[in-house]
Structure formats: C-alpha cells, structure tokens
C-alpha cells in the first residue's frame, strides 16, 4: 500500500480552495476530473512551486489533462477562471444570444464557449479567492428544495430545440453527447462455416472423400453478419439553424462512440450546395470538430436547394458511401426553394439506393402538420419513415425507426391527406 502523504498547503490560505472549485469547472466542461486529481494537483503544486502563471498552468495541466483533446478546453477554463483581466466581459460576449446560429459558434475557438458556459452557468463554481479575502457570499446561498419539480433532463427531453435558453441547449448537448445509436446487424449474401440452416455440399463432399466416399453427416453453414453504413444529410438553411446545430452534436457523439456497430459514419450539410463533413466530426473534441466542419460549409443559415444538393449526392456520393445496405437519416424541413425542380426524382433514386430512408421534420411537431409544401409532397413518397425531429426524444426515437424496417412513422396518415 502506498505511503500517505500529508498535503501542507497553510491553513489561511486559498490556494487548496481555488483549485478544488477549478477541478469542479473543468468537470462541468466535459473533462474526467475526479477527487484522486485534486488532491494530486495540490500536492503537485506544492511540491513544484510557481513563480510564474506558465509553471502554475503546465503544472496544474499535467494533473487534470490526459487526453489531446481535452487541451483546448483546459486551456480555455485556465484563462477565464485564474483572473483573465477581461474574463467577464468575454464570457459575457460569449453567451449572449444576440445572433443565434451555427455562424457565431464557429468564430470561437475550441472550447470557448464550453468554458464560458461552465463558469457561468455553474454558481456554485465561484472565481478564485484572494488569501485576504472573506466569504461573504456563503452565507448567502439558498437551498432550494426541488423534490417535488420535475427533472431537468426529462423537461429538455420534450423542449423544443428552437425555444431552448443558452443553458437550456448548453445542457442539451451534454445529453447528447450521451446518447447513442446502436444497430443490429444484417445478414450478407456471404457465407460462412458454422451451424446453420443451410446445407454445405461443398463441405460435405470433403469431409465424405476423406472417409472412403461414404456420407456420414451433412455439413451445414450460416450467413455471415455485418455492420451497415450510416449516412447523415443535414439541413443547415436558415429555418434549421437550431435543429442542425443539435443534430450534428449528437452525430458527433455517434461518430466517436465505441460499439454501436455501425461501420462507418458519414455525414453531409446542405443549403445552397453540399459539403461532406466527416472527417471533421472524427475529431475528438466536439468543440474543434463543429468549428471545422463550420469552416468548410460556408453557406450555414442561406438558402435552401434541395433537390440539386440531393441530386450531386447521387452523382458524386451514392456509389461511395450506400453501398451494402446503408442506412440514410434526411434531416430537413422540406420547403425547397430550388425552382428548377427535379426533387421527387432526386429523392427516388436515393430511396432506391439505400437501406432505409429516414426523414426527420422539425416541422411535424405542429399538431395541424399537412403536406402542403411542393417539396414535401414530391419527397414523401420515396422514405421509408417519416418522423418528428425538434427535440431530444425525437432522435432516441431513431433507435425504435432503424431497428423495425416496418416503421413508418406519420409517413401513412400524411400520404392520405396527399391523396
């Protein structure tokens, strides 16, 4: 058993104080920081000493970061939490929702806003405090008694992407970072040695050769089992700015989980043209991959097209990515602006070259929800389900709609008002 080793840090001072409430922040911001940590970052500190911020934060950064992907977002929370000279009134700059959209997160550095949002939305995570400096706020904090209220991660589950607060939809994205996506496997044309219901002639021969040509026992093989791919087609015009901003964060969380059984994860934005952003969502960091994948598609919150996005799909990415049955998720509100036309052949030829169709409408959260729109009507026909996607319970309804191939969603009672 290791010796013990008694922390030192004087009594009268903050030092211990600040860092335990810095850890509590870094945790709210994603990273693993549990009490071993602390008291190892105490101890750290102590033994190594500072004269210098860059040695308090090296030191402090050797404790609490273990993964690449974690530095940006410690640096970040280091820079607004130990006394930036400005910190306040960037962190302010920061959460204010003065222009809500994918535009405005991409101009922030990764984990910015991840950090602005810990510090702030977090009372209980308090600046750091001088050795002179009293706690004259701690007697001023309420309890509240919440045993009877409702719990917030069942309220965000039905709330509605676009009506969320800044630290509604900061809360959001931590459940769906969460969430994920499993699938079954499919049975391949492909066949394989094992106790099956199909009978293995070739095997059989063999075995009845080596046995002087009589037949003892069939042999018998199975289907093989394999993984489909997941193709993501997300609309990013203006009237799907909120829903997009969240559906590509529980993509990201789809991307990067381990043991959901998809084979690969593509996933592709449109508004006025296409743009493939997996790569970008390989990252590990969910703050770095949105901002590259907003680097790349430069017509976030534009017009919207599409069937000629849908069409260039099929042309230049059908053949790569939905071979061997994969699985499409369509997520748009189908008020096409494309006056050229052409969507309902687009849409066609993409149902026939995939697995499953799976369209999500925000707009199939309104209980008076018809088919009105020509985009609609020309795509309706040609998915498999058709399915409301305005808040968290909507995607872990995606689960129940790839598992069951019968799953229509609303998409039966909505072609007979067609008809």
Not at 73 to 87: A, E
Not at 197 to 215: F, H, I
Not at 326 to 352: C, F, N, Q, W, Y
Request: hydrophobic residues 40%; aromatic residues 6%; charged residues 30%.
């Amino acid at each position: 058993m290791a010796e013990y080793i008694p922390l030192n840090i004087p009594e009268d001072g903050k030092l211990a104080h600040n860092i335990t409430h810095f850890a509590r922040a870094l945790r709210k911001a994603g990273l693993p920081v549990g009490p071993g940590r602390v008291i190892d970052a105490i101890r750290a500190v102590e033994a190594a000493g500072f004269t210098e911020k860059s040695d308090f934060y090296w030191t402090l950064e050797a404790c609490f970061v273990s993964r690449p992907e974690h530095r940006a977002v410690f640096g970040q929370v280091f820079r607004l939490y130990w006394r930036d000279p400005r910190y306040l009134e960037h962190m302010m700059s920061m959460m204010l929702p003065s222009v809500r959209g994918v535009q405005e997160e991409r101009k922030a550095k990764a984990g910015e806003k991840r950090a602005a949002e810990a510090l702030i939305d977090d009372q209980n995570v308090p600046m750091p405090k001088k050795e002179d400096e009293e706690d004259e706020n701690e007697e001023a904090l309420i309890d509240i008694d919440a045993s009877k209220t409702i719990s917030t991660e069942e309220k965000l589950r039905t709330l509605d992407f676009e009506q969320m607060s800044t630290a509604e939809m900061a809360e959001a994205k931590r459940i769906l970072a969460r969430m994920t996506l499993p699938v079954r496997p499919i049975k391949s044309r492909r066949t394989m040695a094992g106790r099956g219901d199909l009978a293995d002639w070739r095997a059989t021969m063999r075995k009845a050769l080596r046995q002087g040509g009589e037949v003892m026992a069939f042999e018998t093989k199975k289907r093989r089992e394999r993984y489909p791919n997941l193709v993501v087609i997300c609309d990013i015009s203006g009237s799907m700015s909120q829903y997009s901003r969240a559906v590509l964060h529980f993509l990201h969380a789809v991307s990067n989980a381990k043991g959901q059984g998809w084979a690969k994860v593509h996933a592709f934005t449109f508004g006025t043209r296409l743009t493939n952003i997996t790569r970008h969502l390989r990252q590990r960091d969910v703050d770095a991959a949105l901002a590259a994948a907003g680097a790349e598609a430069q017509d976030w919150e534009g017009g919207t097209r599409i069937g000629e996005c849908i069409d260039r799909f099929n042309r230049d990415w059908s053949r790569r990515v939905l071979g061997q049955g994969a699985v499409v998720i369509l997520i748009t509100d189908g008020l096409d602006r494309d006056p050229e036309g052409g969507l309902g052949k687009a849409m066609e030829r993409l149902s026939l070259s995939s697995r499953q169709l799976i369209w999500l409408n925000p707009l199939l959260r309104w209980e008076g929800f018809a088919p009105k729109a020509r985009g609609i009507k020309e795509m309706l026909p040609h998915v498999t389900s058709f399915r409301a996607g305005h808040n968290i319970a909507s995607l872990q309804g995606l689960s129940e709609a790839i598992s069951n191939l019968g799953d229509t969603g609303e998409k039966a009672r909505l072609m007979r008002l067609i008809e």
